[in-house]
C-alpha cells in the first residue's frame, strides 16, 4: 500500500511553457513522472562523474551552468514523498523469496480533475482518466520538484498536465537514490537490479493508483529520456494493458556490447553547420588527436602531454612517475579528451567559452579571436581542456575509477538522495545493456589513436573486475543480445510510441531514428535538428532552438491525438505528415552536412 511521508521539501520554480503548446483537449490525466534528475546516459561508464569536465559533470547530475538560464522564480512547495511497499524480486512465483523493500516516489494532485468514464469501451479522451508515465532511471536521487516544475527529464509532461487537469507522480528506479532494496551494492543485492525489475515496479505501482484514482479505465502515457527513455518504450511493450501509449525522447532502445556510433555521431555534430561545426573543425580534432597519438609513443612525449594537459599525480609505489606511463591511464586521459567536445550536452544558447559546438570548433580551427596567431591544433585542444575542466587536474587514475566502483557500500547521505550511484549503471552496462563507446580503426571516430586505446576489450574487463570476477565470456558479451532478444532493440513490435531523437545527440546511433524505422505508422520517429540530448524535454527557454520548441508542439499533439484512440491502435495521417515534416528538416540538414 502507498504511504505518506511527514517529511515535506522546499523547490525551486519554472519557467513558463510556451501557449502554442497548450492542446484544444482538454483531459483528466495521470502524469506518472518515473525519472530521475540526471539528465542523460554517461560515455564510458567506468570513469566518475567527479572527474569529467564540468559542462558533462553538470548534465549529468541534472545542473544547469548556462549563463542564460537565470535564477528560477519561486515556486510553491513540493509534495511530501510517498512509498509503496514492492517484492525485492518481481520474478519469483514460487512465494519461496517474500522480502519486500519500501519505493519511494512523488504525487502531486493539485490539477488533477476526476473523470467518471462509462465504459471501457469508450474512445473519447475526456471520458477517461488517463496517466502519463514517464520512467525513472540512472543517476542521482529524485528531488521533489519533479511534481511541481518537471526538471530537465518532465517539464514538459509537467506542463501537459497542468494544462489537462492531471495527476502527476515521480517513481524512483531500484538502486538509484533513496530506492534502495537491500541497503548495499554488494553483487548479491545486484542480482535485484535490472530493467526487467524495475518495469515490474512500475506496474505495480500503476495498479496501486488506478485503485486510488481512476480504476480500471484509466488510461497511461509513458515519459522519459535517455534511460528512462528506454524504459517508457518497454513499459508500452511490455504491459500495453496498462500503458496506453509511450514517448521515447533519446532512448538508445538498441543494446549494443560495442557502441562505435557514440564517438561517430560525435564527428558527425562536430561537422554540423546548423550549430556551428565544419568539416574544418573535425580536420582540426583529428590533427590534435594524431599529436596525441604520437607524444603517447614515447617517455618524452608522455611527460610533456602530462604536463601541458596539467594530469593529476597518482599515488603509486614508484616515486614521481608520470601517470601516462601505464596503458590504463592512457586509455582514461583519451576518454578524458573526447569528453571536452559538447555534442551531448551541447547548448547553442550558451554563451561561456567552450560550452558548445560551436565556441570548441571556433578555437580548434582557429576563428577564436583568442586563439594565438600560429598555434597548433594541440595547443588548441590544451586550452580546451584545461577550461573544460575548470582550472582542475585532468584525472587519469584508472585503479582509483575501478577501486570506487567496487565499493559494495552505499554513499553517505544515501537516505536523502546523495550520491552518483555510478556502481549500479555500471552493473546494468555489464549484465544488459553494453554500450561500451569505442574508438578504433576502420571506424569514423575523430578521436583515434595508434595504438588504439578506447577498445572493447579495455571496458569489458573492467567488469571482471568490479564484480568478482564476473564472467566477460558468459556475462558481459552475452548481456546486449539477450536485452534485445528480451526487448526487441530497433524491432520492438510495440505500438504507439514517438521516439524524438536530436541530430548532434551520440546516442541516437543506438535510437530509433527514420533511417531504421521498425513500423513508422505504429513507431513514429522525430529527428530534431540541430538538438542535444533530449533537449526539448528541458525547461523551455526563450533560447531554445526553433527545432526543439517544434518537437514539444508536435509530442503534445501525437499524445493527444492517442489519448483520444481506443485500446487498439490507429493511425492518424495529419499528426504523421506533421512529425514526417521534422523528420524531413532534420534529414535534409544531415544530407548537407555530409556533403
Known amino acids: 500500500l502507498a504511504r505518506d511521508t511527514v517529511s515535506h521539501s522546499w523547490i525551486a520554480g519554472h519557467d513558463g511553457m510556451l501557449a502554442s503548446m497548450r492542446s484544444v483537449a482538454f483531459v483528466a490525466l495521470v502524469c506518472i513522472l518515473v525519472a530521475s534528475p540526471t539528465s542523460a546516459l554517461a560515455p564510458h561508464p567506468w570513469r566518475r562523474t567527479r572527474v569529467r569536465p564540468e559542462i558533462l559533470r553538470a548534465q549529468m547530475r541534472g545542473e544547469s551552468i548556462s549563463d542564460r538560464a537565470g535564477p528560477a522564480p519561486p515556486a510553491p512547495p513540493a509534495p511530501p514523498a510517498r512509498w509503496i511497499e514492492q517484492p525485492l524480486d518481481h520474478l519469483d512465483t514460487s512465494g519461496v523469496d517474500r522480502r519486500t523493500w519500501r519505493q519511494r516516489y512523488f504525487l502531486n494532485d493539485e490539477w488533477f480533475q476526476r473523470k467518471n468514464a462509462g465504459s471501457d469501451k469508450s474512445n473519447t479522451a475526456s471520458d477517461h482518466p488517463l496517466a502519463f508515465l514517464c520512467v525513472g532511471g540512472e543517476g542521482p536521487a529524485l528531488t521533489p520538484d519533479v511534481v511541481t516544475t518537471g526538471g530537465v527529464h518532465c517539464a514538459l509532461m509537467c506542463q501537459m498536465a497542468k494544462d489537462r487537469g492531471a495527476l502527476i507522480v515521480a517513481v524512483e528506479h531500484r538502486f538509484y537514490g533513496a530506492s534502495q532494496p537491500t541497503g548495499d551494492l554488494s553483487v548479491e543485492s545486484l542480482r535485484y537490479l535490472s530493467s526487467s525489475q524495475a518495469l515490474a515496479d512500475a506496474a505495480n505501482l500503476i495498479a496501486s493508483l488506478n485503485a486510488e484514482y481512476g480504476g480500471s479505465t484509466m488510461r497511461w502515457v509513458s515519459f522519459g529520456g535517455s534511460y528512462p527513455g528506454m524504459m517508457a518504450s518497454w513499459l508500452r511493450l511490455k504491459y500495453p494493458h496498462l500503458v496506453h501509449a509511450a514517448v521515447a525522447s533519446s532512448a538508445p532502445i538498441q543494446a549494443e556490447l560495442e557502441m562505435r556510433g557514440y564517438d561517430e555521431v560525435v564527428g558527425a555534430a562536430l561537422a554540423e553547420t546548423d550549430v556551428g561545426g565544419s568539416d574544418a573543425c573535425v580536420a582540426s580534432v583529428k590533427k590534435a588527436f594524431s599529436a596525441v597519438s604520437d607524444m603517447l609513443g614515447t617517455p618524452a612525449g608522455r611527460s610533456r602531454l602530462a604536463k601541458t594537459f596539467g594530469v593529476c599525480e597518482i599515488q603509486t609505489e614508484i616515486p614521481n612517475v608520470n601517470p601516462l606511463q601505464f596503458v590504463p591511464n592512457r586509455a582514461e586521459f583519451v576518454a578524458a579528451l573526447t569528453e571536452v567536445f559538447p555534442a551531448q550536452s551541447n547548448d547553442p544558447s550558451c554563451e561561456t567559452f567552450g560550452c558548445d559546438i560551436r565556441s570548441v570548433c571556433a578555437v580548434m580551427t582557429g576563428e577564436d579571436p583568442s586563439v594565438a596567431p600560429g598555434s597548433s591544433e594541440l595547443d ?31 554513499e553517505p547521505g544515501w537516505e536523502k538522495g546523495d550520491g552518483d550511484f555510478e556502481r549500479s549503471w555500471f552493473w546494468q552496462t555489464c549484465t544488459e545493456f553494453g554500450f561500451y563507446q569505442t574508438c578504433v580503426d576502420g571506424s569514423k571516430c575523430p578521436f583515434i589513436v595508434s595504438p588504439n586505446l578506447q ?120 499528426t504523421e505528415q506533421n512529425i514526417a515534416t521534422e523528420r524531413n528538416i532534420a534529414t535534409e540538414r544531415n544530407i548537407a552536412t555530409e556533403r
Open 380 to 410: 588548441r585542444l590544451v586550452r580546451l581542456t584545461r577550461n573544460a575542466f575548470g582550472g582542475e587536474c585532468v584525472d587519469v587514475d584508472h585503479e582509483s575509477n575501478v577501486r570506487a566502483l567496487g565499493d559494495t557500500d552505499l
Open 455 to 574: 577498445t572493447l576489450e579495455f571496458n569489458t574487463r573492467v567488469c571482471g573486475r568490479v564484480f568478482g570476477n564476473m564472467s566477460v565470456s558468459e556475462v558481459v558479451t552475452g548481456a546486449a543480445a539477450r536485452s534485445n532478444v528480451m526487448y526487441g532493440g530497433w524491432s520492438p513490435g510495440s505500438t504507439r510510441v514517438l521516439f524524438p531523437s536530436g541530430t548532434v545527440d551520440p546516442w541516437r546511433a543506438n535510437s530509433l531514428t527514420d533511417e531504421r524505422e521498425f513500423s513508422p505508422e505504429w513507431l513514429p520517429t522525430m529527428m530534431v535538428a540541430g538538438a542535444s540530448h533530449h533537449a526539448w524535454t528541458h525547461p523551455p527557454r526563450d533560447t531554445d532552438q526553433d527545432s526543439v520548441k517544434r518537437a514539444r508542439i508536435a509530442i503534445a499533439a501525437q499524445v493527444d491525438e492517442w489519448l483520444g484512440e481506443g485500446p487498439m491502435a490507429e493511425r492518424n495521417i495529419a
